[in-house]
Nanobody
Framework: QVQLVESGGDLVQPGASLRLSCAAS????????MGWHRQVPGKEREWVAS????????FYGDSAKGRFTLSRDITKNTKYLQMNALKPEDTGIYYC?????????WGQGTQVTVST
């Protein structure tokens, strides 16, 4: 059974850093692409960043470029989103997502709040 579990969200001040984790089960992260998305109440879910299964190519949205970094730990079957220099507009629920055999799988999300 495919499952994604996010963690690492927190309430932080502007300029702080967080590392979000997405622990996967039921599939091998070294073979399948995964992405991170953010949702703010009242707005559509927004793509943040994604990485191919081999980890050879990473993609970042405009809001993430230069501040966020994708990484992975194959031994833990977990992917990470390191977020630096956080801004209030980074606030939202962060979800990881993968697509296997034409079906999308989402985690339950982790809340990130950037505020003074």
């Amino acid at each position: 059974q495919v499952q994604l579990v996010e963690s690492g969200g927190d309430l932080v001040q502007p300029g702080a850093s967080l590392r979000l984790s997405c622990a996967a089960s039921g599939f091998d992260i070294s073979r399948d692409a995964m992405g991170w998305h953010r949702q703010v109440p009242g707005k559509e879910r927004e793509w943040v960043a994604s990485v191919c299964g081999s980890d050879s190519t990473r993609f970042y949205g405009d809001s993430a470029k230069g501040r966020f970094t994708l990484s992975r730990d194959i031994t833990k079957n977990t992917k990470y989103l390191q977020m630096n220099a956080l801004k209030p507009e980074d606030t939202g629920i962060y979800y990881c997502k993968t697509e296997l055999r034409g079906k999308e799988y989402w985690g339950q999300g982790t809340q990130v709040t950037v505020s003074t």
